[in-house]
């Protein structure tokens, strides 16, 4: 025991040492509105950190729920250090009040939607540690929403250097991508230096070429370290407005400074070629980078920055390219245009003919898009095309309410449209049809709980709002495409094309934003509302606990359980996952189970066989779910997001999942339901039965798993989410936001946040 204890001592003493002379890394994350991304970010750095590092997050005023999620991580992560200027500071100013907090030999920068592939912060301080660079620099990949990852094309410029190397030797390196996120700076490097970020756009400019050109020793890492996400919108790279200006002052700013510094001067020819460059980029960009009116000033006005700095020998590139740069000196804007349509008609060749072709004879269909939209119609559909039920249907009750002036017509599905005729009480039209293709011309609003038709061609004064059909547990969107049963054949391009469409979406917990704003990367406003079908759980009306139980027959003083499978991908008929026989025996004998299938399924020919023998109840042919939830005492459920909804009654939850390693494996999930469940948990027949026996179910520890729960997922869910809606979406009116129902809700320790895109 002695001899273990010594060498325990020993390897301490090693271990220790070891850290003693590792470098120690400050990972700079300033942080704006990024809810969707910014917890994948962090929790890669916190996978790959030492003792000795830090994080440094500087939350930059967001205005969606970001600082809510980094200061649940900096409170369960001391390695956080959370910063917050006084007020909005920019990208820049933002990351110089990461390097002013940051104590650390070496400092990286980290885009918040960004992150580290797993190891390379550590291969990034061993090559800190083998050669005491001044800076790092190491590659990087672009992904993309799909999962692609594509490398620096000129990734190859890093390979074969073991040995640190100075600019002139390699000076090709100025032309990889001018961003700050792909190197490690010695601190003190940086402070003898005086480098600094600017405020504005583009502020890698003046920091990145000087620092380059300032290092002694550069240290080359051929190693993908930085996965440099490829947002599809909230990108100034993505923007078409006078932004794109700041690029010239940044490189005003860069040249001044290289025409200035001595050690500088001899790099000047080329930094202006880089100018130069990037220039040409975003002019090649055309009315994606700057709209038509503003691109002869910006042109002229990069002429006149090149000329006031220009070298003594400028390094004009040879062919097409090097004209460019010619023109822009010279001031040639009109020339420069035509160069750039002789480029695009090039370019066209083949494809010219057919976009001739789709520009002519447009269809009668077209033409009659024109017509005005008419302002008091909206257009109503949920699960392609069912019954009315969900969110959908709450909104459009409420619309008689708070906007009686604008006429609910459904949406539906051949298939359902006897039912809705039996049903009535709305007006419908049937999708496919003529009447509905006149509906869609010409309806003002859109609300669906999935999509509507892909050739629904929305116009520019529709408006579409997206409602979710419930809170995530299973991955949605772009979430799935590495779930290839979950994503059954999904076309992720149409998927696509079609959230661009949404004008809005809605969510009902800070945890739903945040998987939404990820998995539905489009330009929508997401309405942190809470779920209209939610409203009457919140505000049941009078009696409708009692009419439910004797319109299904229970008895008075049973306990009614519902139960409510969800629908497993692969399967084209329900599947119990349980014997509600077995269930019945198990349990004592004034227990009535209620179930309902999923909408997919309908209603089952087994249970209504079962329903003959009594407290077994078939709740499937009612419309709306809510009565059920109502009328229910306990809700069994596997992982259904029925559960989410369910706990807003603060009622008891038991979790079935005898198939969860499975269905998560298949289906991927945002959180393990198992280890945070809202009541107990069971695998098997036995283990369910027996919570109801014991009334474990219903026990002190289970129900405190219900508030934290409950907490987490309903904090929106105020009985108020319909009329915020329609006062929104339909009137224009800025509704006041919810305020959460619950304390702040204790932070998930399972989430997922290995997740494609």
């Known amino acids: ?43 890669s750095v916190l996978d790959q950190i030492e003792a000795g590092d830090q994080i440094v997050v500087v939350e930059d005023h967001s205005t969606d729920n970001s600082l809510h999620i980094v200061e649940e991580m900096a409170r369960r992560h001391s390695e956080i250090l959370l910063v917050r200027p006084e007020a909005n500071a920019g990208l820049g100013r933002a990351r110089n009040l990461g390097i002013q907090k940051s104590t650390a030999d070496y400092l990286l920068f980290l885009d918040s939607d960004d992150y580290f592939f797993p190891g390379s912060l550590d291969a990034i301080r061993a090559r800190c540690d083998a050669t005491n660079p001044d800076l790092v620099m190491f590659d990087y990949a672009r992904v993309y929403w799909n ?113 200035t510094e ?45 000329n006031r700095h220009s070298p003594s020998v400028v390094p004009y590139p040879p062919g097409n390219h090097g004209l460019k740069y010619k023109l822009i000196v010279s001031g040639n804007f009109r020339g420069f245009e035509a160069l750039k349509r002789v480029n695009q008609q090039r370019i066209r060749g083949r494809r010219y003919k057919k976009q001739l072709e789709g520009k002519v004879g ?66 419908f039209v049937e999708g496919g049809t003529k009447a509905s293709q006149r509906l869609f011309q010409s309806a003002k609003f859109f609300v669906n709980d999935v999509n509507f038709p892909a050739t629904w061609e929305k116009r520019d004064d529709q408006t579409y709002l997206q409602t979710q059909h419930g809170t995530p547990l299973k991955f949605i969107g772009l ?69 439910t139980r004797a319109q299904l027959s229970i008895p008075e003083g049973h306990l009614a359980v519902l139960y409510t499978p969800t629908h497993r991908d692969g399967v084209d008929q329900l599947d119990l996952g349980f014997d509600p026989v077995a269930f019945l025996k198990g349990v004592p004998d004034d227990v009535t189970l209620i179930i309902r299938s999923h909408h997919r399924y309908g209603p089952s020919s087994g249970v ?45 939850i038991v979790i079935y999942g005898e198939d969860w390693a499975e269905y998560r494996r298949l289906r991927g999930t945002y959180f393990d339901i198992m280890e945070e469940p809202p009541g107990v948990v069971t695998r098997s027949m036995e283990e369910l039965c027996r919570a109801f026996v014991s009334e474990t179910y219903r026990s002190p520890s289970a129900m405190k798993q219900l508030d934290i729960f ?48």
């Open 362 to 427: 447009p269809s009668v269909e077209r033409l009659r898009r024109f017509r005005p939209v008419d302002p008091n119609v909206a257009v109503f559909s949920t699960m392609w095309g069912q019954l009315p039920r969900g969110n959908p249907l709450a909104i459009a009750e409420a619309l008689a309410t708070y906007a009686p002036a604008i006429q609910p017509i459904w949406v539906i599905a051949p298939q359902h449209a006897s039912a809705a005729r039996q049903l009535g009480g709305f007006e």
């Open 1 to 43: 025991m002695v001899v273990r204890c010594r060498r325990a001592g020993l390897l301490a003493g090693f271990m220790q040492s070891k850290l003693d002379n590792m470098s120690s890394l400050a990972i700079i994350i300033p942080v704006y509105n990024v809810a969707g991304y910014v917890r994948q970010c962090i929790q």
């Open 147 to 259: 999962g692609r990852k594509a490398r620096n094309m000129l990734g190859g410029l890093l390979e074969g250097h073991p040995e640190p190397v100075v600019l002139s030797e390699v000076p090709d390196l100025l032309k990889i991508i001018n961003i700050a996120t792909n190197k490690a700076y010695r601190r003190v490097f940086l402070e003898e230096n005086d480098l600094w970020f600017p405020s504005g756009y583009y502020e890698d400019v003046p920091f990145t070429y000087p620092a380059f050109c300032l290092a002694e020793s550069i240290s080359l890492l051929d190693r993908v370290c930085y996965a440099y996400r490829q947002r599809r919108t909230g990108s100034i790279l993505l923007s078409t407005d006078s932004r794109h200006f700041e690029l010239l002052k940044q490189f005003e700013t860069a040249l001044d400074r290289f025409q």
């Open 262 to 306: 001595v050690k500088l001067r001899p790099w000047l020819p080329v930094v202006w070629e880089r100018a130069a460059n990037h220039i040409v980029a975003v002019l090649a960009k055309g009315e994606q980078r700057l709209p038509r009116e503003l691109r002869k000033q910006f042109f002229m006005d990069a002429s006149d920055l090149l």
């Open 710 to 757: 409950q907490a987490r997922f309903c904090e929106f869910d105020d009985g108020r989410a319909s009329e915020r809606v329609v006062r929104k979406v339909f009137l224009g009116e800025e509704p006041e936001a919810p305020e959460p129902l619950h304390d702040p809700p204790v932070p998930l320790a399972t989430w997922n946040v290995d997740r494609p895109g």
């Open 479 to 547: 979430d799935v495409q590495h779930h290839p049963i979950a994503a059954d054949g999904m076309n992720f391009s149409a998927f696509l094309r079609r959230i661009d469409l949404w004008d809005y979406n809605l969510s009902s917990s800070q945890y739903s934003t945040e998987i939404l704003k990820r998995a539905f990367p489009a330009s929508h406003e997401l309405l942190e509302y809470g779920y209209p079908r939610n409203d009457v759980l919140v505000n049941p009306p009078e009696g409708i606990r009692e009419e």
């Open 608 to 652: 209504r066989m079962l329903q003959s023998e009594g407290r077994i109840v078939d709740g499937s042919d009612l419309p709306e779910i809510a009565p059920l939830y109502l009328a229910s005492d306990v809700l069994i459920c596997d992982y259904s997001s029925t559960m989410f909804d369910f706990a807003n009654l603060g009622r008891p």
